[in-house]
C-alpha cells in the first residue's frame, strides 16, 4: 500500500485527452489533498467536476510560476498535501511544473511523482522503431522560422528518433521545415485519445501533403516522432546481428558478415566486437 506524507507536493498526471484514462491512484491523491495547484483553473475544474471532487484551485503556470511557488511551499510547510497538475499528461515535461518542483525540492521537502498518460510515450508505442537505440524529446520546436529550420538541421544528424510537439496554428510551418529530411520517416499523431484521433507515418518530405489531404487535418495538437535515419538503423541492425556471429564465429568473421548483412561500416562494427568480446 503506498503511503502519502502529508507536507509533499504530489506531481499528477492527468489524462491527454480521454478522461477515463486518469488513474484510481491519481483520482486517490486529487481527493486526499488539501488543494490543488494547477496550469489552468477553469481546465482542471472541467476535469475535477467529472469525477465529483472539490478542491481549492492554485493557478500556477508559466507566467507566474516561481511566485505562485512559495505560496504552495507555504502550504507544504504548513503540513498539506499540495497535488500540482497541468492541462493534459505529465507535468513538468514541457508543461509548467518545473520550476515548482525545483523550487519545492530546494525547500526541502517531499515530491512525490504519480505516473500516467503521456503524448511523449503514447506517440512512441504507436511509431514501430526497434532496437532500442533510444529517443531524443525535442519538445516544441521555434516559433521563429530561422530558428525553426536551425533546429530541424541539428536534427537531420541525430540517429535516434526525436518526439516533437506542435499546436495546431504552426503545424503547417513545422511541415515545410522538416521536408529537407526527405524520405526519413515522421509518425504524426493528431489529437491523441479523442474522438478525432488520427495517426499516419509518412515521409518527411510528404508531410505537408498529407496535411492538406483533409480539412481537420490543420485541427488539434500534434505529436511526431521522427523515425532514425538509414545509417542508424543499419548501425544497429549491425550490433544486433554481430552478437548472434560472434556467439558462433571468429571475430573478423562475424564483422565481415554483419558489414555485410546490415550494411553497417566495418570498422565500427570491429570496435564494437573488441568492446563485446572483452565484457
Not at 507536507?7 to 498526471?13: C, M, N, S, W
Not at 526497434?130 to 522560422?145: Q, R, Y
Not at 515545410?176 to 515521409?203: D, H, N, W, Y
Request: aromatic residues 4%; charged residues 20%.
Amino acid at each position: 500500500m503506498q503511503h502519502y506524507p502529508e507536507a509533499a507536493l504530489y506531481v499528477v498526471a492527468t489524462p491527454i485527452g480521454n478522461l477515463s484514462d486518469i488513474s484510481l491512484r491519481a483520482l486517490h491523491v486529487l481527493q486526499l489533498v488539501h488543494a490543488i495547484a494547477c496550469e489552468d483553473t477553469r481546465h482542471t475544474q472541467t476535469l475535477l467536476r467529472q469525477y465529483g471532487i472539490d478542491k481549492p484551485l492554485l493557478a500556477v503556470h508559466e507566467h507566474n510560476e516561481a511566485q505562485a511557488a512559495l505560496l504552495v511551499i507555504e502550504r507544504l510547510q504548513r503540513g498539506e498535501r499540495v497535488a500540482y497538475v497541468s492541462d493534459a499528461g505529465t507535468p513538468a515535461v514541457s508543461d509548467p511544473g518545473a520550476r515548482l518542483v525545483a523550487a519545492v525540492r530546494a525547500a526541502g521537502l517531499t515530491i512525490l511523482p504519480l505516473p500516467g498518460a503521456s503524448s511523449v510515450t503514447t506517440a512512441l508505442s504507436v511509431a514501430g522503431i526497434s532496437g532500442g537505440s533510444g529517443f531524443v524529446f525535442a519538445g516544441f520546436l521555434p516559433s521563429k522560422a530561422m530558428e525553426r529550420e536551425q533546429a530541424v538541421q541539428v536534427l537531420q544528424a541525430e540517429p535516434r528518433a526525436v518526439v516533437i510537439l506542435e499546436a495546431p496554428h504552426r503545424m503547417e510551418a513545422l511541415a515545410r521545415a522538416m521536408a529537407p529530411l526527405g524520405s526519413r520517416l515522421v509518425t504524426v499523431c493528431r489529437e491523441l485519445t479523442k474522438q478525432f484521433e488520427e495517426i499516419a507515418t509518412v515521409a518527411a518530405q510528404d508531410l505537408s501533403a498529407w496535411l492538406a489531404a483533409g480539412t481537420q487535418r490543420t485541427r488539434g495538437e500534434f505529436a511526431l516522432v521522427l523515425h532514425p535515419g538509414e545509417e542508424a538503423r543499419a548501425k544497429d541492425d549491425g550490433h544486433r546481428v554481430l552478437q548472434l556471429l560472434l556467439a558462433e564465429l571468429p571475430l573478423k568473421t562475424a564483422v565481415k558478415l554483419a558489414a555485410d548483412i546490415t550494411g553497417a561500416p566495418r570498422n565500427e562494427l570491429y570496435e564494437a566486437a573488441l568492446q563485446l568480446k572483452k565484457a
